[in-house]
């Protein structure tokens, strides 16, 4: 699926599973919704799962902050009507998963 934010298609993928947690994937800098690949297909059958490719290398606007790349993962929550969810990330993708714990306290477990 492609998401339009801030002029950049944000392609990402949502395997849903009625009535089960989430777990949303967030990669590391100039890794994609395919870089937790393995992990994701092992959790599939009993979590859905948010994956994005966050725009990293070469986005297309190049005033992107770390609020833009945290603002993004909630509008894709919002639009998949994600409620709570548990975050598995990579590097980059700590750093704007910490971003969003400090905004919104009670939507984010973590799982390190």
């Known amino acids: ?9 944000i392609g990402y993928e949502f395997y849903q599973n009625l009535n089960k947690p989430t777990i949303i994937f967030l990669h ?6 395919f870089s937790f690949i393995k992990s994701v297909n092992l959790l599939k059958p009993k979590f859905s799962i948010l994956t994005l490719t966050m ?8 005033s992107w902050t770390l609020f833009d790349y ?3 993962v909630e509008q ?4 998949n009507n994600i409620k709570s ?4 990330c990579h590097s980059f993708g700590l750093r ?5 714990k400090e905004k919104i306290i009670y939507f984010f477990n973590f799982l390190y």
Do not use: D
């Open 28 to 33: 590391g800098w100039g890794g994609n919704k």
């Open 85 to 88: 969810c548990y975050v598995v």
């Open 1 to 9: 699926m492609n998401f339009l934010f801030k002029s950049e298609v």
């Open 76 to 79: 894709l929550c919002l639009i």
């Open 70 to 72: 945290s603002n993004l």
């Open 96 to 100: 704007v998963a910490t971003l969003l």
């Open 55 to 62: 725009p990293t290398i070469n986005p297309m606007n190049l």
